[in-house]
């Protein structure tokens, strides 16, 4: 049973068999939840594989150089430059992707093509470290090309760098959602069986991994796993609390049928109206944030797509003011609101592999143009990226 449990790490990551190696996976999940006597021996897995820990990048480990990026731009402005510094050191980087953008409206207007494309390489920048890999991607592909009608060979190899490192995030955040998810699995397997031994902590890993990588709903399913754990074991008060951190997600999501579900299950008779109450008027608070959140991300979209309809209209500075109200409007939304609805674990497992080939090819790409124009140490830290891939 542990062997089965291990077989995820030697399972080669190929585009045409990661499908059906995931289905036998399910299906090795679905045999171990069954009720069978439980097995001395047995314990839930502690932490994250060897094997997984090589690949995994912190943000807050490989933070880039903020000074250096903004020095590139060459601001005439010193207050706009020390305040996106400011928001770009203290992690506030929906505000400063909207003074970038405004950096990148004016270099339209003045027809500097250089600092566009420097302005736009560091916004997908900024864009990768919040999670958003789709902006990210946007940004990047059109630095690439302008530096491409520029002729300037370091600067598409700086494009293909961080495209580069674009596909090499989404990968790692494809095999953190994995390993949580068959974390989870397995913390319900061992308590189903009645062995509870470090499951709640496992849990609580759990529920902080998926946290960190934006996967609220897991984090949700986690609080219940761990409800679940506190029942076995008649601690109702913890029952309740996770059950109601749970519900908290959820309600943040704008899942009210869910949220409605937990509250069913909590143990009133231990709770006070006062206490009841608060917590239901915590819920109403998430759930209208969400609805506030909808709404002004329903205005962002609407407002990027006048900025595609000016811009086909060839009223580029028209279209980049829809772009920059595009982007104030969604630094208003919380985190919750972009990230609400993700795909399946396995499609976004399988769709890794393509990105873990585009890192491959773009860094290849890069690696070959710095060799060329004799940029060693940016040859040097492509090289060190490609050891990320995996």
């Avoid at 060839?314 to 795909?343: L, M």
Wanted: charged share 25%.
């Amino acid at each position: 049973m542990v062997a089965m449990l291990k077989l995820r790490q030697h399972i080669p990551d190929h585009t045409f068999t990661t499908v059906p190696v995931l289905a036998v996976l399910f299906a090795i999940h679905y045999f171990l939840l069954r009720d069978e006597p439980a097995i001395d021996g047995i314990e839930l897995t502690r932490g994250a594989p060897a094997y997984y820990e090589h690949w995994q990048w912190s943000v807050e480990a490989e933070e880039f150089d903020v000074d250096a990026e903004i020095e590139r731009l060459q601001l005439e402005d010193a207050e706009r430059d020390r305040r996106i510094r400011d928001l770009l050191h203290t992690g506030q980087y929906r505000q400063a992707r909207t003074m970038l953008l405004e950096v990148a409206a004016a270099s339209v207007v003045q027809n500097d093509q250089e600092r566009l494309a420097d302005t736009l390489l560091l916004l997908g920048e900024v864009a990768i470290h919040q999670q958003e890999l789709a902006a990210a991607e946007i940004y990047l592909q059109e630095a690439l090309h302008l530096t491409i009608q520029q002729d300037n060979l370091v600067g598409t190899a700086r494009c293909y760098q961080m495209l580069g490192q674009l596909n090499i995030r989404a990968r790692e955040l494809a095999r953190r959602a994995a390993n949580t998810y068959d974390e989870l699995w397995q913390a319900r397997n061992m308590t189903s069986r009645g062995l509870y031994h470090g499951v709640g902590d496992n849990l609580q890993r759990v529920i902080k991994e998926n946290l960190e990588i934006r996967r609220y709903g897991s984090a949700a399913d986690a609080y219940e796993a761990l409800a679940s754990l506190y029942d076995k074991l008649h601690d109702n008060y913890q029952a309740r609390q996770a059950r109601i951190e749970a519900a908290m997600l959820f309600a943040s999501m704008g899942q009210m049928s869910q949220v409605r579900r937990l509250l069913n299950r909590l143990d009133r008779e231990s709770m006070t109206a006062a206490e009841m109450d608060a917590v239901e008027i915590e819920i109403q608070r998430q759930f209208e944030r969400y609805q506030q959140d909808t709404v002004q991300a329903s205005q962002a979209q609407d407002y990027q797509m006048l900025y595609h309809h000016y811009l086909r209209r060839g009223e580029v500075e028209r279209a980049w003011q829809f772009r920059i109200k595009s982007s104030e409007t969604q630094a208003r939304t919380s985190d919750r609101s972009v990230f609400q609805r993700q795909a399946d674990i396995v499609a976004v497992l399988y769709s890794s592999n393509f990105a873990r080939e585009r890192a491959r090819s773009y860094l290849e790409k890069a690696g070959s143009i710095f060799t060329e124009e004799g940029v060693f140490e940016a040859l040097e830290q492509t090289q060190e990226m490609k050891t990320l891939i995996y």
